[in-house]
Every structure is written in structure tokens, then in C-alpha cells.
């Protein structure tokens, strides 16, 4: 079974589907990909798009209808991909952010593409404290992330996991991303892999594809560890994560240099 934790399918409330037509076309795609379960997760409050709760959960009903009746077999669930703003713990609080999973356990937090927020730290440290998980959006396609992977090892040691987009793996996006995913797969410092699926053409599904360069890179087992931890995190259950490779000091360095 793959379930798919990062995509946005709902359409017209950010910059992935625009019209309904786009958004069955993309949830024919993700069937015929393999995907079973997709979360779906509009961007909330990273400076553009603002999807509050409420919102989110009426419109992935109202879409999962729209899939039963073009028969299509994809189960939607609503989250959010949130970016880590001093607005987090007044929405947390307020009962206004969704979860990745029913228990409430895990989140799909998204960075600014440049950097790590100086507030980042903190703000992810007091959600381990209290039993969440920050699932980090995309670390390869952050600068920060993706040229000092000892600050990723660090988030992840503190108890971060960490979501690679396929079509970052897979090549679609260009061979620097393909190598950042590698750095950070090598360094059991990812956790996942989700689609972040937008569009047909220029943000597509690539599951498939992902998965299958994966198993010929690596090995049938670490595709299976990937797909793993997105059905526990789906269902909120504990993921057993590999011991993440701290980065050497030449490593280090050698990123610091980009």
C-alpha cells in the first residue's frame, strides 16, 4: 500500500490545482501510480496562502464526493503543510492546524526555501517535548538544508523526521536535486517520500518512478522502510527510524561551500 503524505489536489486554494478537472486528472494520475491514501495539504500561512482548518476539512470532503463519482479509488484526508512562522502555537492552540494523522502526532512543517527560520529550533524542540513530530517539507530543495547537512542532522537528531519530494529523487527537478535526495538518503537522514504533487506537467506525481530508482539504487528494503514510515505515520504510530550518519568535518566543510 502507498499512501501519499504531501500533495495538493484542492483546488484553487493555493499553487496546485486549479479547477476541479485539474484535480481529478492529477487523482487519476495518483491511482494509477499505486497510491491509495492521499493527504491532502494546502500551504497555511507561508506569506501567500492561508488554509485554516475548517476550511481544509469541508473542501477534502467535498472532493472526496467529487472522486466517488468519477469512480475514482483515492481515499483524501485533510492536513496542512505548514510553515514555521510565530504564528504556530497561536494556531496550534486555537484548534486551528491539522495533523498528518488522526492522533495528532505528526506535521508536515514546512521551511522558507533559503533557510531555516532562527525560530525554528526552539518552536520544533517545545512540539518534541510535548509529543509531536515535525515532519520537515523538502529538505533538499532548501538552500540551508541541502549545503550544511549537519544542521539537518541536527533537527533530525533532536527528533525531526524528514520528507524527500519524488520528483526531486527521481530527476524530474535536475540532477542537483537528485543529488541532495542521495546525500540525505546516505545519511539515513530521510524518512519518507511523498509526491508534493501540483501539477500535471510541472509538479507531477512520480511516485512510481521514485520508488522503482530507489529499489534499483539502494534495495527493496529501503523502499519498504520508506513506505513503512508513511503508514505509521498515517495511522500515528510510532516510526522506527534508522540511526541518522552524523556528517564528517570535510563533508561538512565541502557543503559549507555552496
Known amino acids: 500500500m502507498i499512501i501519499d503524505l504531501h500533495s495538493h489536489l484542492i ?4 499553487d496546485g490545482a486549479q479547477t476541479l478537472e485539474l484535480s481529478i486528472e492529477l487523482a487519476r494520475q495518483a491511482v494509477d501510480e499505486g497510491v491509495e491514501h492521499m493527504v ?3 500551504h497555511h500561512r507561508n506569506g501567500r496562502y492561508l488554509n485554516r482548518k475548517a476550511d481544509v476539512i469541508r473542501s477534502a470532503e467535498a472532493l472526496q464526493k467529487e472522486y466517488h463519482q468519477a469512480n475514482i479509488p483515492l481515499a483524501v484526508y ?9 504564528k504556530f502555537f497561536d494556531d496550534l492552540y486555537n484548534d ?3 495533523s498528518l494523522d488522526v492522533t495528532g502526532k505528526y506535521y ?9 527560520p532562527e525560530i525554528a529550533d526552539e518552536i520544533l524542540q517545545e512540539l518534541i517535548d510535548n509529543g509531536i513530530t515535525p515532519v520537515i517539507a523538502h529538505p533538499e ?3 540551508e538544508l541541502s549545503t550544511n547537512l549537519h544542521r539537518l542532522y541536527e533537527l533530525v537528531k533532536m527528533g525531526c523526521l524528514t520528507q524527500i519530494t519524488t520528483s526531486s529523487y527521481s530527476g524530474y527537478y535536475g540532477e542537483k536535486l537528485v543529488e541532495n ?4 538518503i546516505d545519511h539515513n537522514l530521510c524518512h519518507i517520500l511523498a509526491s508534493d504533487v501540483h501539477h500535471m506537467e510541472h509538479r507531477p506525481m512520480n511516485m512510481k518512478n521514485a520508488f522503482a530508482k530507489l529499489t534499483q539504487e539502494y534495495d527493496e528494503e529501503t523502499t519498504n522502510y520508506l513506505k513503512v514510515n508513511a503508514q505509521n505515520i498515517f495511522i500515528g504510530d510510532p516510526v522506527q527510524i534508522l540511526e541518522p550518519i552524523e556528517p564528517n568535518k570535510l ?3 565541502w557543503f559549507g561551500l555552496f
Open 11 to 14: 483546488p484553487s486554494v493555493d
Open 108 to 116: 508536515l512543517i514546512e521551511f522558507p526555501s533559503d533557510k531555516v
Open 96 to 98: 486551528d492546524l491539522l
Open 141 to 143: 530543495r532548501n538552500h
Open 78 to 86: 485533510p492536513s496542512q503543510e505548514i510553515r514555521l512562522t510565530d
Open 40 to 42: 491532502l495539504t494546502p
Open 181 to 184: 535526495s542521495k546525500q540525505i
Open 251 to 253: 563533508r561538512k566543510k
